[in-house]
């Protein structure tokens, strides 16, 4: 499957938040983009 590039603005709190979860659980900030993005599926209908 092709890759994508994606560009989103977040606020500086969103990033912090974003980059101490990264850290606590040793992914990536895409890795956990992804996920977040896949976990979308269960709301569709």
């Known amino acids: 499957m092709a890759k994508i590039q994606l560009s989103v603005r977040v ?4 990033m912090k938040l974003l980059i101490k979860y990264a850290k606590k ?3 990536t900030k895409t890795d956990i983009v992804r996920e977040f993005i896949r976990s979308l599926k269960s709301l569709e209908s």
């Open 11 to 14: 606020e500086e709190s969103e």
């Open 25 to 27: 659980t040793g992914r």
